[in-house]
């Protein structure tokens, strides 16, 4: 069901109609006091209590536990209660509402596609009290034949911000029966300890939108007390593994903490002192997980006498309270002399992963280069070209290494990721891992790099091809980048002498298929020639800053093997040497006799004002919005009409159109993307605008999993217009992303089916113009988050331009809707130009025109300004820079604006 919805913002309504105080212990409210609530979203009457419509999302999904719903929907969701009801029969809208016509007087619940999960939020203070216990009733009210599965759960947190904690004592499976309303299941339950002793703690009570007719569930006679107590300490349990070392040999140490209470401890320093060992006296543990803690591979000096020694372990809260306990340890006398179990190479063997997995192996090498989880470890050569002389040693923690150090090490034979998780099954970085011990057997040189060039590295190699130099040391002569600098220092290169890489049609062969797709479905190879190179992955090693193409001379490094691809971590020094950095390039200038259509995604182009939330205000808009004026002006040439995409809003583009002083109005509509990120146009002074429209905004598509949800998240724009005396008609899309289309779950099936379906809506609006306008030339633009050819899932434009792909061939396959078919115009391009994005390395066309015959009839050219997708991602917040204002290329097309028969050459 569903409810019309003030415009107000939760904020806001929160702080004009309710009573937030917090309140102490006891409390209680059993709702007898009709006056209590006496208007529509206003708690104010009500100290303490505050509801919520819960609507956290546009996809209003049924059958939700709501135990699993944790975060924080009331900061984002509207205040919501329906006041001075009668009847639960009747009110079919969902949320909150207080029924005071009724016999026992009571606020309810009510799931719907609007209410996704509705909930109440009590804010009290439990400070100098422990047992806090939390009991209500929560009392059918329907009674009629409706009979949802009605959840109901209970969540607490302590402070102001941050997820909840779910009660799971709490919870009501199912708090309905059909036709009666008499069923009453009381809650009484204690909260955990973190919640005492606190001076803010809310207590959330939640239902969601049932799968059938959802019922109105009172919550009722409301009490919250505790008892009075005093403050306790921290306490710490720890041990030593092994609990017996020899000097010079390392051990690993881990802790527990309890909290301390009243008030409940939220964070924690461990230390231990070391000092027995020949280490520091205050030597932090870091927190590994939950309230554990460790430290790995602390060595023993090797003057540390033996026998039994005392490691004092100290927890301090932020209570200033503590708490002691000692770890023994016994040291024996050195044993310098490392007793190998196996070799480095022998463990890596000649198949794509370890024979040995899950065997415990001791082996002797040198440390090469660090991480922050481990280090690598290569071990004499066998003379053997197909087997790799190296591994990791993953040791979860900033490891005590330093290359060049000769370590023996024991730990388990492991692949990472998972044969279980991996795909394919065998395509991963061969380890040590299970907390690997390991002593110091002295120090050397750093083993000579192999050097590798595009012999080694081939576009017709493999997955595999490097896996004989995995966790190696090597060096490659010339590397050229094939992307730029990404966040994290990454980018990725191709050995001097390859192609740039493109991505290709199909499904990547790293990736498992979805049961539907058929046999026939293209794969694409994901470009084996790619190298990943994650440039200060080791300690000081430096961010190499590159665009794409350029050449990066004698960079040496150990090869891992991470996000699926394989990984050159170069060496701190000495740093290579780099080419000259690309340069913009931009489209060329029109002639007297064309006018341009040009289209460009803004990556989020916020404006400074912040309607919803702080994430939809960019501080930096005025330099953004000169900088995003440049590239319209300096490299798209001022374009006659441009298809804009990824803009906030009206405020947003009317900015940039008065940045760009060049005549352009600016046009847009506000659709369902809740990260306020829109589709419009500008359009030039000297095109005549016949009308502008928003298409499609409130049309649903029914998806495979779920009710029926909104169809266009950034619905399609239409601009018919003139220009010297030429009707013609522009489509501005920006079409549902990538995300998710590849998982084999569930989770795919609706993303998936969303594409086709966006797809088959824009090739209807196309047809019907071309139906009803059989002449009208026709340009369809935008971000289409697809390529111009099969990704084997859902072929996008294919469907749009009328040439969709065969069933047989593609995952979900649509029927030819266009015809005439449309022209897909980055195809006119010699190859190495067909792209506007780059992915992982790879380069592709995601932003396109397409036009109909109509307007191919006109075509004169069409060109991609090179500005953003090779450019590094840093140089986004240099203003002084016109590079890089968004991830993506515009695109202009030419047109005449002659009639074809009468076009100057």
């Excluded at 909150?96 to 596609?113: K, R, Y």
């Excluded at 005590?400 to 991996?422: H, Q, W």
């Amino acid at each position: 069901m569903f409810r019309k919805r003030p415009l107000l913002l939760a904020s806001v309504a929160a702080l004009l109609f309710a009573d937030s105080t917090t309140q102490s212990l006891p409390f209680s409210q059993a709702w007898s006091t009709a006056s209590l609530i006496t208007a529509n979203d206003d708690w104010s009457g009500v100290p303490g209590i505050v509801g919520y419509l819960g609507d956290y999302t546009g996809n209003s999904p049924t059958g939700v536990d709501p135990q699993t719903l944790l975060a924080d929907y009331s900061s984002s969701t509207l205040v919501d209660v329906i006041a001075n009801q009668t009847n639960p029969n009747t009110l079919t809208a969902g949320g909150v509402a207080e029924f005071d016509g009724i016999t026992n007087p009571t606020i309810a619940l009510n799931g719907s596609g609007t209410a996704d999960a509705p909930h109440i939020l009590i804010k009290i203070a439990t400070t100098g009290r422990t047992g806090i216990r939390v009991q209500y009733n929560v009392r059918d009210l329907d009674s009629t034949a409706d009979n949802a599965i009605q959840q109901v759960a209970l969540h607490y947190r302590v402070g102001d911000s941050g997820n909840f904690t779910n009660v799971s004592a709490a919870y009501v499976a199912d708090a309905t029966e059909a036709s009666l309303a008499t069923k009453v299941t009381a809650v009484d339950v204690t909260l955990p300890t973190a919640a005492e002793n606190q001076s803010v703690v809310y207590l959330r009570i939640m239902t969601t939108n049932a799968a059938g007719s959802d019922e109105w569930v009172g919550i009722d006679d409301i009490s919250v007390t505790g008892t009075a107590s005093g403050p306790t300490n921290p306490t710490i349990s720890g041990a030593a593994s092994p609990g017996s070392v020899a000097q010079g040999q390392n051990f690993n140490l881990a802790a527990t903490v309890a909290p301390g209470a009243n008030p409940a401890s939220t964070s924690y320093t461990v230390t231990a002192d070391l000092t027995a060992i020949g280490g520091s006296a205050n030597t932090s543990v870091p927190l590994s997980s939950g309230l554990n803690y460790a430290l790995n591979n602390i060595t023993v000096a090797l003057a540390t006498t033996t026998g039994s020694k005392s490691i004092p372990l100290t927890v301090t809260d932020d209570q200033a309270r503590t708490g002691t306990f000692n770890v023994s340890l016994t040291v024996t006398a050195a044993n310098p002399t490392c007793t190998t179990t196996s070799t480095i190479s022998a463990i890596q063997g000649t198949a794509n992963q370890s024979t040995l997995l899950a065997q415990t192996h001791t082996v002797e090498g040198t440390v090469t280069a660090l991480k922050s989880n481990g280090f690598f470890l290569q071990g004499a050569s066998d003379n053997n070209t197909a087997t790799s002389d190296a591994l990791f040693v993953f040791t979860s923690s900033t490891p005590a290494a330093t290359p060049g150090d000769r370590l023996c090490v024991t730990g388990t034979v492991s692949e990472f990721p998972s044969s279980s998780s991996a795909v394919p099954s065998d395509f991963g970085l061969t380890q040590l891992s299970g907390s690997p011990t390991f002593f110091r057997l002295g120090t050397t040189t750093l083993p000579t790099p192999v050097l590798l060039s595009s012999s080694d590295v081939t576009p017709s190699g493999g997955l595999y091809q490097l896996e004989k130099f995995e966790g190696m040391r090597v060096q490659f002569a010339s590397l050229v980048s094939v992307s730029p600098t990404e966040t994290g220092g990454v980018f990725y290169a191709v050995p001097q002498g390859i192609n740039r890489p493109f991505r290709e049609p199909g499904i990547e062969v790293t990736l498992n298929r979805p049961s539907a797709t058929p046999v026939g479905a293209p794969s694409f190879d994901d470009n084996p020639e790619m190298i990943r190179v994650d440039s200060d992955a080791q300690p000081g090693a430096p961010v190499l800053t590159v665009t794409s193409n350029v050449t990066i001379n004698n960079i040496t490094g150990v090869l891992d093997f991470s996000s699926a691809r394989y990984t050159l971590l170069p060496d701190a020094s000495p740093a290579p040497s780099l080419s000259s950095l690309a340069t913009l390039t931009p489209v060329p200038v029109p002639d007297a006799f064309e006018f341009t259509i040009g289209t460009i995604n803004l990556e989020r182009f916020y404006d400074n004002v912040s309607d919803t939330s702080a994430s939809d205000n960019d501080a930096s808009f005025p330099s953004r919005r000169a900088k995003a004026a440049r590239v319209i002006r300096d490299v798209m040439r001022l374009p006659d009409v441009i298809g804009v995409v990824e803009v906030e809003n009206l405020n947003a583009l009317q900015g940039l159109a008065n940045e760009l002083a060049a005549g352009y109005t600016p046009y847009i509509f506000e659709g369902n993307d809740p990260s306020k990120i829109n589709v419009g146009f500008l359009v030039k002074s000297r095109v005549t605008v016949n009308s502008v429209a928003q298409v499609g905004k409130d049309t649903q598509y029914s998806p495979p999993i779920g009710s029926p949800q909104i169809l266009n998240d950034r619905p399609p724009v239409v601009l018919s217009a003139t220009i010297s005396g030429n009707n013609f008609t522009v489509i501005v899309n920006h079409l549902r992303s990538l995300i998710d289309v590849s998982s084999t779950t569930t989770s795919g099936e609706n993303p998936r089916a969303k594409r086709r379906a966006q797809a088959e809506f824009l090739a209807n609006l196309i047809q019907n113009i071309q139906t009803t306008k059989p002449q009208e030339p026709i340009a369809v633009v935008g971000d289409f988050n697809a390529f111009q050819f099969n990704d084997g899932y859902v072929d996008v434009l294919g469907t749009v331009r009328g040439v969709p792909t065969p069933s047989t061939q593609v995952t979900l396959a649509s029927a030819d809707l266009v015809n005439p078919d449309l022209n897909v115009l980055v195809d006119t391009l010699p190859a190495a130009d067909r792209y506007s994005y780059s992915f992982e390395g790879n380069a592709q066309t995601l932003d396109h025109i397409l036009v109909n015959a109509a307007l191919q009839q006109r075509l004169r050219r069409f060109a991609i300004g090179r500005v953003n997708a090779d450019f590094p991602s840093a140089w986004r917040t240099d203003f002084n820079r016109t590079e890089r204002v968004s991830d993506h290329d515009p695109a202009v097309a030419y047109f005449s604006v002659l009639p074809p028969g009468g076009r100057r050459r």
